[in-house]
């Protein structure tokens, strides 16, 4: 299997899903590895409604960033799989995951039977 393919196509994606995390969050200073969402100023708003917004706009960006998060996760560990040589292997039955699987998704962990 020509994993350099894959491997490219990982990085993209990785580097997509930062800048997008990177438009709603910030990497936590805390935590390594981790994403926060940006912190946002309430209470300098004139009005309850302004105020609302502004609260409502920051659980939105928790959502999109726990969702981000969890996909760059995925594409994190595939690059893991691929240094050690264990990528494209399927992790219930041991067998090769297609190739077309792959494509569709590079971080699959399964076979199209097992998915």
């Known amino acids: 299997m020509k994993t350099e393919q894959f491997k490219k196509r990982l990085e993209e994606e990785k580097a997509k899903l930062e800048a997008e995390m990177a438009s709603v969050g910030r990497k936590n200073p805390r935590v390594p590895g981790d994403w926060e969402p940006i912190p946002s100023e309430t209470g300098t708003e004139a009005d309850l409604a302004d105020q609302a917004d502004v609260v409502m706009s920051r659980e ?15 594409i994190l560990e595939a690059l893991k799989r691929i ?22 998704d ?10």
Request: with cysteine.
């Open 60 to 74: 939105s960006n928790i959502a999109i960033l726990g969702d981000l998060e969890a996909r760059y996760d995925t």
């Open 83 to 104: 240094e050690k040589k264990t990528y494209g292997i399927c992790r219930v039955c041991g067998e090769k995951i297609e190739e077309a699987r792959l494509g569709a």
């Open 106 to 115: 590079p971080a699959a962990t399964t076979c199209i039977k097992h998915r």
